[in-house]
């Protein structure tokens, strides 16, 4: 006749606490390296302006003689709905470093007018900073893209009417 016999389980309690507990100690480091990433990469509006040190101002000569070697190209401005309904002005263009130097942050200027030609709604934003996303400083020669959405959009909003300037920059 056949016996069935069960064998001793080897994978035990300590065993089985031991895995639970290097997958908790697993999962706790990844929560802790996300929120630190997070709290690193805050929207540029999210907390109040951004100051960065060595910024330069429109006045500093240094600031209008590299003015000139940074180009925006192609800016268009669209329309996105959130899900809650809001209206954003989605403005996107190329930033072109046509310089021979390191650009390290760039402040934008945005101004948006209304089918009327009147003053609608502005946001001042820094789509290059030091120490926000993958990228690092732009490079003599590169270019790279930039999005910057502005809120609160009223109904008449002209797509077609904005102004960019450039109203901060630090190189080295």
Not at 100 to 128: G, I, M, Q, W
Request: hydrophobic share 40%; no cysteine; net charge positive.
């Amino acid at each position: 006749m056949l016996e069935f016999t069960s064998r001793p389980n080897k994978f035990g309690a300590m065993n089985r606490l031991a895995v639970t507990i290097a997958i908790f100690a697993l999962a706790a480091v990844g929560v802790v390296l996300y929120a630190h990433y997070q709290r690193r990469t805050q929207p540029a509006g999210s907390s109040g302006p951004v100051v960065i040190p060595g910024m330069l101002r429109p006045g500093d000569p240094g600031f209008e003689y590299y003015k000139n070697k940074i180009r925006l190209e192609n800016v268009k401005a669209g329309l996105g709905i959130t899900f809650n309904k809001n209206r954003v002005a989605l403005v996107s263009g190329i930033i072109s470093n046509e310089g021979d130097r390191r650009l390290e942050a760039l402040e934008l200027h945005v101004t948006l007018y209304d089918l009327y030609d009147k003053f609608s709604k502005d946001r001042t934003a820094t789509p290059l900073r030091p120490g926000v996303g993958l990228s690092g400083p732009m490079e003599p020669l590169e270019k790279r893209t930039f999005t910057i959405g502005i809120e609160g959009i009223e109904q008449l909003w002209n797509p077609r009417r904005l102004e960019v300037e450039i109203t901060g920059l630090k190189y080295r």
